[in-house]
Structures are given as C-alpha cells and as structure tokens.
C-alpha cells in the first residue's frame, strides 16, 4: 500500500511552522497578516513544483488542483493557514499540510486518479483579528453576507477592514474560482482533535460524523449593591452568590443526562467587583454541546426551571447564539473508517466539538472530516501537538480516502 | 432641653451639597479637590463666625475652636468632608455639620462649658484618590508612615503625590497642632449607619460600642484550560465550577455561625473568561466581621477545612489583610445612650462594620460613635440618605454628649 512520506511531511510542517513563529513553540498568524502571506506563497511554491494549477477566488481561498485523468468534477481537501493569537502548529495548517502531502504522493508515485485533485487553503477561519470565524467558507456558502464581511474591522487597527486587507493582499481573486457542486464532488478536512479523547481511548484517527449541535446561553443575576460591613445577612441579595447557586445547579442537573453532552460556565463577569460591596449583578455564560438535538432540548428544559429568583435576585436569561448538529455524508463516514482499517490504524468515529470550514461546506457538497490526536487535548495555545508519526497516519488516511472517493 | 436647629442643619447640609454636586442627587468630592477646598473654605468662614479659631496640622487636619471657660484640654468632635466617586451626602460630612450644628447652637444659646469645643475635619478618609482611606488619622495616631504616605500617587494623574497636592491645598499646617492627649480628652465622631439595621429594627440611634474586626482572604483555584467543545467532562479541571463550590460551602458554613457575622464574596476574576474555554485560573475574596474575635477565628477555621483540591482543582489562599476588633471608650458609650435617652430617642447599641477615623483615634484618647438611620441601607452611592429630622435627632444626641463629657 502506498504510503505519504514522514520526512516530506515533517519538513512541510517545520517550514510552515517558521511563518509566524512566537519563539516560543507555536505561532501568531493571523488571516491576510504578512505571516499568513509568506504562508500562502510557500504553499503556492510547493503546489505548483508538484504540477497543479493554483487558483484564488473573491475571498482568496486557494485552490491548487492537479489535473485528473477524465473531465470530472474535482475532489477538495484542505482547511487554513491562519491561527489564533499564539496558538500551535498544527490547527487547521496540518489539514493543508496532510493534503498537500498526499497530493504530492499521487504525484511521485504516479498514482492514477480519474478526477482532478484540489487542495483548498480556506481564508480567515480563526476570525482571530477579524470577526466572524470560518468567514470565507460561510460567505462561499451562503452563511454570512459578503458586504457586511468586508466590513469587519481589524481587532488591533481602527477602521481597518478586512475588505481592505482582502485588495491588499494580492489573494483576492475571481467569483467564478468558488466552490461549487458544478465543479467540486466532494470535501475532505483533516484536522487535529483539540481534545483529549483519541490519546486517552488509545486510537489513532477520528472518524468523525459530524459537528455537534451547540447552544450558548447568558445568564444574569440582579441583587443589590451593599456594603459588605453594615449590612446584616438576612437583608441580603448577593448576585454572586445566587450566579454561584444556579452553577451548581446547572452541573447537577445536566451530569444526569447523556455522557457525551460537555458544557462549560466558561465566563463570568460581577459588578462593581469590589472586595467590600455585596455584588449587584452577575453574568456568566453557559456553553452546552452534542451530536444529539434532543439532548440539547433536555439541556434548555433545565435551565428553564430555574427559578426567576434566586437568593432574592432576579434571574433572566438569553441565547447569546446556537448551532444545529451537522451531520457529514454518511458515504463518505464510512469510506475514512475504511481506509483507516485498511491501513490497519485504530479509529473511533466521534462528533467534533469545535466548528470547522468542513461544515458549512457539507450543506453544499458531500463533506466529511478526519480527526488526529491532540496530545494531551492542548490546542489554540502553544502547547498544541501531535507527533509527526501521528500526522502521518493522518495523511494516509486521507490519501487512501481521496482514492476511494475517486473510484466512486 | 437645647435643641439643635432644623432649619440650620438643613442649610448645612444643602450647602455642602454643592461642592463637588453630581447633578444626581450626590457627590464626588475627592479629599484636597477644588471642590473639597472650597468645603473647607466654608467650613472655615462659618466657623469664624461663630468665634472659633481655625488651625490645621502637617496633614491638613483642621481644628475649629471655641474657647471654654476653664484651662482643660478640648473636646473634639468630627469626621470629613471627602467623599468616594459619586458618593452621597452624609457620609463624613455629617458628622462634621452635626458638630457645627452644636458648636453653633452652644454659641447661640450661650451654653457654658468649661472645656474648649473643637470641631475636627480629617484629611482624606475615603483613599478614594490617593490610598489608604483613612490615611491622615491613621499618621497622627501612628498607624501610617507619614513619608509613605506623602507619596501615595493620585488614581487618576501618573506621578501626582499626596504630598504634592498637600503642600498645593494652602491647608498643610503644623505638627505642633496635632490631636494629642495632652491637649485633646475625648473624641465624638457622628456618622451614617451606611446600613440597614437601624432603619429596619426602628430605632433612631446607633450607640457604637466599636468597630468589628475584619479579615479579608483571596481564593485561588488552579485547573486547566481546554476547549469547551472537545473536553469530555470526566477530564475537566474547571477553576470556575470549583470556586462555585468553595463559594456554597463557605455559605454553608459560615451561616452555621454567630447571627452577627457579615461576610462577602465580593469580588471574582476568572481566566481566560472566554465562553468556549475551560477556565484555568479564577480568584475570588472573602471579607468577614464580626465584634468577637473568637467568630472570626471559627470562620478561620471553616477556611482552613477546605480541601487542597476540589474539584481536581488546585486551592490555595492567603490573607489580604485583616483589622482587630476596636472597642470604644465604655463610659463615653454610656453617656452617648444616656443622651439618646434623655433626648426620648430610641435607641439600640451596635458595632460598626466600616472603619472610621475614630477607631485609630480610640488608641489615643477616648473615643466613640454616634450613628444615624441610613434610608435602606445605601451609602457610597448617590442614593444615600437620611432626612434631617433624623439628622438632627443625631446632632441633639452630640450635643448633649459634648455637655455630659464637659461635665466629667
């Protein structure tokens, strides 16, 4: 069977690994930055030497197609280059990386493929300096208005928008370059897991069936701001207290329902925040999700039985935002589990937790992804990892998955 | 029996009111402010008026003296004229214009007295500009470093020192003029409840037995910050659901304790309070007072129950600061209660759970507090209040006090 090669993939992940480098073991490149411009360069560097035609379209995502045997419509892997602010080496650039990789192995290899073969670089999927994330592929596939997208305005630069870094970048190409089910039949997206549970469950590749539905709520707490040293306990309405109350509550009552829902009180504010007033209002926020909607049903159920007061202060509530479940073409599931069996590698199939460019793209053509291990789950911060070896299983996975697809 | 006047009390407190006037019903009249100098301004012209004579000390402490009869050290009754950051009416100003209330009504009425009057006003009580609160009682009386404190820096200008806003006021005067046993026998210091018990119980007057002792600790909880979205809850270290805990079982606890006892968890913080990540690190206070030092350290020790992890989360915590438990002058309490009763007001004895400039002044000579309702409890802000019926039922408790003390 042929196999992607661990020294081209190493030295791919170590040079991409240089454009944007914090010194520090991960990397800041955001969208359109210079960082992220060396980074396209390099790709369109590699990918032309290989042979393929590199193209960009109205939002400068990148697609490098090999051509293939018959006039088919091509088959699409890839994911970013753009990272958070001081995140890893291997989020969203390793989905290139990989697809890269095993395009470069049909090449070598000779290997014959009757559709043509496209790796996709997607634009600002982070949103880290401009808002929203996975904002090309959303504008691509009808998510997000493209005028108020160009609109967004750079975190760190007044009135700098991303429209403006879009012309200057030099990436902004051609409307008709887009993805679409005229020219493209299907998507792959390796990515790394950003979790724990491929190291933990002791398996090598994710096989993932889609994106958990997610729903993500604020809760605020009004009591009544006094002094910490006059006022007797019983005239009391203390909002932090009442917000810590409805913590516990909700983490009693949502550890009962199904062991794969996570949800996380992720961000607290109390006001005025001082060491000798009784706070008067607190909000935090509750973030719950799972593959199944009616378990988030269950999770909305609990939080509506909270009652509109608690220790005396009124409770209210808001969906801040929510995400309904995606589900990734089952044909396409099931193909990565093969492959993965057939490469003789241990596979857990799993829902992703995190959102990804894969899908908004799997409500236009068949989409699916392939998950590699996190060590220790780190991600989006610089601890992020996962050995070479590991990649590597990632890319024949998704090299095997790419020739399956072409024989479909 | 002499009474003070309500007409002139009310024209007291409405013309204070206009120095530093928010427009809302308060104040921000930060210590040594424009609009602090022209409260000392007309503090000092209505003094003169009635024949006092006005001398400051090295940190801008002012003394207005009426003469007694005999040769016999003075009695002195007070508090400030700062206030927070949009603060109220009453709070320290009252208790300098019920002493000028009584002065006044002393001089009106030509009431002998063998011992000299002297109506104090304190520097800078609230720190609110420049910290500590308390800070000019607190050199005088030997609790503050006076070269540290004149160079404790303005909140609001980079380099701006105490010191330097002292020596630019024109009210820096001389040591010499300090308070001292030698020249002082006794201290009166009139003020707001800033607390909702008299109001709430009825009573028309606090006799102030003291001030509670107070200890003040910071929580420190150590998980580990993993996405929201990949992290399945059974290896989740959640620094926010693990103070939640800390913050019910502290309640739990401390409710077990001495009806008395106030404590707060006022104050939290929480990294890196994002909705989609596991928070890592969250800080929270805990300020508790009560007038027996055995209480406190029962709550001490319900601290120090609390487990090394909870929650798989590192605790640990360390004392902010902590201040004893200060007992006023017993017969000086008798006979602010003996007045309250002659007066026909009802009254109840309390401790004080803020600090006041009379608690570092009740370690040189006798001291005591008189308080007055705060309507619903509110001080600090521009809801304070406490209508001057009230008001002057608090400055005939202080004169006939300042008369009973003349009497000893």
Redesign the interface.
């Known amino acids: 069977m042929v196999s992607c090669s661990l020294e081209r993939l190493e030295d791919k992940i170590r040079t991409f690994s240089k454009f944007g480098d914090t010194g520090r073991g991960g990397i800041t490149r955001f969208s359109l930055s210079p960082e992220a411009l060396a980074a396209r360069a390099e790709f369109k560097k590699r990918m032309e030497a290989i042979g393929a035609k590199v193209v960009t379209d109205d939002m400068a995502n990148m697609y490098a197609t090999l051509p293939g045997s018959e006039n088919l419509s091509a088959i699409l892997s890839g994911s970013h280059l753009d990272s958070v602010k001081q995140g890893g080496n291997y989020d969203g650039v390793l989905g290139v990386l990989t697809a890269m990789e095993a395009a470069e192995t049909i090449v070598r290899e000779n290997i014959p493929h009757r559709h043509p073969i496209t790796v996709i670089v997607w634009t600002n999927e982070e949103g880290a300096r401009f808002e929203p994330a996975m904002m090309s592929s959303g504008v691509i596939c009808g998510k997000f208005d493209k005028e108020t997208m160009l609109q967004s305005v750079a975190k760190d630069i007044p009135d700098y928008t991303f429209g403006q870094a879009l012309r200057e970048s030099g990436y902004a190409g051609d409307e008709k370059n887009r993805l679409s089910p005229d020219k493209h039949m299907a998507l792959l997206e390796l990515h790394v897991?950003?979790?724990?549970?491929l190291e933990?469950e002791g398996y090598d590749i994710g096989v993932v069936e889609g994106v958990?539905g997610?729903i993500?709520y604020e809760f605020t707490f009004l009591g009544q701001?006094?002094?910490?040293?006059?006022?007797?306990?019983k005239?009391r309405k203390?909002a932090?207290?009442a917000?810590?109350?409805t913590?516990?509550y909700l983490?009693d009552e949502l550890?009962e329902l199904d062991?794969?829902?996570?949800?996380?009180?992720?961000?607290?504010s109390?006001h005025p925040?001082?060491?000798?007033?009784?706070?008067d209002e607190v909000k935090?926020?509750l973030?719950a999700?799972h593959q199944n909607p009616a378990v988030l049903r269950q999770v909305l159920e609990i939080i509506r039985k909270i009652p509109p007061e608690v220790e005396k202060c009124k409770v209210s509530y808001a969906e801040?935002w929510s995400r309904k479940t995606v589900a990734y073409a089952p044909e396409l599931v099931d193909i990565v589990e093969k492959s993965a069996q057939e490469c003789g590698y241990t596979n857990m199939r799993m829902y992703?937790?995190?959102g990804h460019d894969a899908q908004y793209v799997a409500d236009v053509i068949p989409t699916t992804m392939i998950f590699v291990p996190?060590v220790e789950?780190?991600?989006?911060?610089e601890l992020e990892y996962t050995p070479v070896s590991a990649c590597l299983k990632g890319a024949n996975v998704l090299l095997r998955t790419l020739l399956l697809i072409d024989k479909m």
Chains 1, 2 share one sequence.
Request: with cysteine; glycine share 10%.
């Open positions: 897991e950003q979790g724990p549970v933990a958990c997610m993500n701001a006094d002094h910490a040293g006059t006022t007797p306990m005239y203390d932090l207290y917000a810590a109350k913590i516990q983490h550890d062991g794969k829902l996570v949800y996380t009180t992720g961000k607290i109390c925040n001082i060491h000798t007033i009784i706070p935090f926020t973030d999700r801040a992703s937790g995190p996190s789950g780190h991600s989006h911060c």
